[in-house]
């Protein structure tokens, strides 16, 4: 698996896969739905974006999404080892995700936070440190 565009490598890090439920559910805790599953197109459909192909490959299909301080990089995979091995592999670059079964939502902070609202998901951060795009991270998992 190669990554096409150096700029995606930076932002396409996360952190493992959290195990679900991490939240006490109580007052005036937004409610994550339940995560979506499916293609690119009908996740993309999901946030009402139009994906810009960046790589169509048999093991990930990567696009990019938004517009401005909201784009995002939305990227499935054919299997869940696959996913594991791309997210072990981008973990250093730092960053925030959104991940889900087979798929991963990657941008800033508050972009990602917002898509849980329609994809669910999990949300995570990369390794701690400042990688060359210029984020910090406090590392670890929200979700």
């Not at 250093?92 to 991963?104: E, F, I, Q, T």
Request: glycine share 16%.
């Amino acid at each position: 698996m190669r990554v096409t565009r150096p700029k995606l490598a930076l932002t396409c890090a996360v952190a493992a896969l959290a195990l679900a439920g991490c939240g006490s559910g109580g007052a005036g805790e937004e409610r994550v739905p339940p995560t979506v599953t499916g293609s690119l197109e009908k996740l993309a459909a999901e946030v009402k974006c139009d994906p810009d192909m960046q790589t169509d490959a048999d093991t990930i299909r990567q696009a990019l999404c938004g517009k401005g301080d909201g784009k995002y990089v939305l990227a499935t995979f054919a299997t869940d080892r696959g996913q594991r091995e791309w997210l072990d592999t981008a973990k250093d670059y730092g960053g925030y995700y959104l991940v889900g079964r087979k798929w991963v939502a990657v941008g800033e902070e508050r972009t990602v936070e917002a898509l849980q609202a329609s994809l669910g998901g999990d949300l995570e951060e990369g390794s701690e440190h400042m990688n060359s795009g210029g984020s910090h991270n406090k590392g670890g998992h929200h979700g």
